[in-house]
């Protein structure tokens, strides 16, 4: 590289090495990195696929899912392009951490900014401090990704809140387990 800004000029007879202003700046862009259509493309695609990247952090770990988000968006901005229905995008995400009272946090906040109430700033920081907040109360208190359980007011005490495949297969064994006995 050292050669693509050096001339030689030849004054009076005598070559005299001298670093060329102009070519050595090209020179410098050519090696340096620059920041395209395409490129700018790619980071707005990672940005509508934060769903799959929140299946991938390890622990729906939102502090690390939000530091991606982030450099995303300063990426896109470099090339002096914007993500303007981020907060629609990491909505969907969060909604993918498995936690229930994360789940309904989220789902109300949501709902309000559906209904008007909030609104959130296009580059989705309001949205995503909101999250961080939660999910470091969550890990401080122990109970990120935890079982929701509730007291049942029904003979047999407390009962659990799990997914909806967890439901149905404890039914189905209750129900399977009575007409069993019955027969």
């Known amino acids: 590289m050292k050669d693509n ?13 001298l670093t060329d202003g102009p070519l050595l700046l090209a020179t410098i862009i050519s090696q340096a990195y620059t ?10 695609t990672n940005l509508t696929r934060l769903e ?8 729906a770990d939102i502090v ?3 530091a991606y988000v982030q450099e995303q968006i300063n990426l896109l901005a470099a090339g002096g392009r914007v993500c303007d229905d981020l907060p629609y995008y990491l909505l969907r995400a969060y909604k993918n951490t498995n936690d229930d009272r994360f789940l309904t ?7 309000e900014w559906k209904d008007g109430a909030i609104t959130w700033n296009r580059n ?12 470091r109360d969550a890990k401080a208190q122990n109970i990120w990704q935890k079982v929701v359980t509730i007291q049942d007011h029904r003979p047999g005490g407390p009962a659990q809140i799990g997914n909806d495949d967890q439901r149905s297969q404890e039914s189905s064994t209750q129900k399977g387990g009575k007409g069993q006995q019955g027969g």
Request: charged share 20%; glycine share 6%.
């Open 124 to 135: 989705g920081s309001d949205l995503m401090s909101l999250a961080d907040r939660f999910y």
């Open 105 to 111: 946090y989220i789902e109300s906040k949501e709902n």
């Open 35 to 44: 920041n395209t259509r395409s490129i700018s493309a790619i980071y707005r």
């Open 64 to 66: 690390a899912f939000n």
């Open 5 to 17: 800004f050096r001339i030689i000029l030849v004054f009076a007879g005598i070559p005299t090495p």
């Open 52 to 59: 799959a990247k929140m299946q991938e952090t390890p622990g």
